[in-house]
């Protein structure tokens, strides 16, 4: 596709559940981050791949997240025994190269709901 | 801490004024400073980036950097009802092959026209 896409579009969950995000950036870019956006704030860094490996996983709140891209294209973020502070819009953003930042575009996100 | 700080507002300006946005950041040593709006329900997307000490513009778009002042602004000239969103500040810290955008809670800035 032309841009980054992210599936679903909004997931509505119990706490306690598990559930799985996914983004498919832009082709033949290399590096793809993941941020969470908090009502009424900036978003947060939480993960960062340079091909298939996490290059940068320092933002991850805890161990209950965790994210793959074992292809080095499509990457799943996957999230634990969910909690009602996990409820956010989790984006998606692929660039060219690692620090291409000029190049970065982020996808729609997906609207996480933990009840 | 990697921290960046913005006014949150509500900025409101009317049509045809210049809205100026403001934002300091924590760490000394970064280099790379982006712009970025949002609309309401819509995702973040670029409109300016600045490395240098100084003015950048880019159409009705100034980003202005100080960095011994750790501050970073965006000036945006002739305002359009169109331009109302949030403005998110973004500074890239970078370091052991890491690259990582810490972004402000944004501004909203309403035109009123």
């Known amino acids: 596709g032309a841009g980054v896409s992210q599936t679903p579009s909004n997931k509505v969950t119990e706490k306690g559940k598990y559930v799985e995000l996914r983004c498919d950036p832009i082709?033949?870019?290399?590096?793809l981050y993941w941020y969470r956006q908090s009502l009424g704030q900036g978003p947060e860094f939480l993960i960062y791949?340079?091909?298939?490996?996490?290059?940068?996983d320092s933002g991850l709140p805890n161990d209950r997240f965790f994210a793959v891209r074992p292809e080095g294209s499509v990457s799943t973020l996957k999230i634990q025994r969910t909690e009602r502070g996990d409820s956010a819009v989790y984006l998606c953003?692929?660039?060219?190269?690692?620090?291409?930042?000029?190049?970065?575009?982020f996808g729609p996100g997906t609207r996480l709901t933990v009840l | 801490q990697k921290e960046v700080e913005q006014n949150s507002g509500p900025l409101s300006v009317p049509e045809g004024a210049i809205a100026s946005l403001n934002c300091t950041y924590s760490?000394?040593?970064?280099?790379?400073f982006f712009w970025y709006r949002q609309y309401s329900g819509k995702s973040p997307e670029l409109i300016m980036s600045?490395?240098?000490?100084g003015d950048k513009e880019d159409g009705r778009f100034t980003a202005q950097l100080n960095k011994a002042s750790q501050y970073v602004s965006l000036l945006i000239r002739d305002s359009q009802p169109s331009d109302s969103a949030t403005y998110l500040c973004?500074?890239?810290?970078?370091?052991?092959?890491?690259?990582?955008?810490?972004f402000g809670k944004g501004t909203k800035l309403s035109v009123i026209p």
């Open positions: 953003a692929s660039s060219p190269t690692s620090g291409g930042f000029n190049e970065q575009f």
């Open positions: 082709s033949g870019h290399t590096a």
């Open positions: 791949f340079q091909g298939t490996g996490a290059a940068d």
């Open positions: 760490d000394r040593g970064s280099q790379s």
């Open positions: 600045i490395y240098s000490n």
């Open positions: 973004a500074v890239l810290y970078s370091g052991a092959g890491s690259y990582q955008l810490t």
